[in-house]
């Protein structure tokens, strides 16, 4: 079975993350006439990055490479936003309101 997403493996064939070999970066899998299997190195593989955050919307839920990367995107970012609410906070509370006296 070949497919262009490990998801679509997983969950159609109810198959484990494990049993999933991905080709690797700059590599095809190649198909001979008679058969024969290989992969095949055929550019020069790019900088593997984490997609980005939609993945984890639009993906099944059983692919664990895509939560693990949902995970970090939350620890990574989590710093900054607790930054920004904190900094809106006290930018917040500084003003007095109008209607304080009221």
């Not at 070949?2 to 484990?16: D, L, Y």
């Amino acid at each position: 079975m070949v497919a262009s997403e490990r998801p679509v493996i997983q969950t159609t064939f109810n198959v484990q993350y494990e049993s999933v070999k991905e080709i690797k970066p700059g590599h095809a899998l190649i198909i001979k006439k008679d058969g024969q299997v290989s992969e095949q190195r055929v550019i020069e593989p790019l900088e593997k990055k984490i997609p980005v955050p939609s993945n984890e919307f639009i993906s099944p839920g059983t692919d664990v490479e895509i939560y693990r990367n949902g995970k970090n995107w939350a620890k990574a970012l989590t710093p900054a936003i607790l930054d920004a609410m904190t900094m809106t906070w006290k930018t917040q509370s500084s003003h007095t309101s109008p209607y304080s006296h009221l």
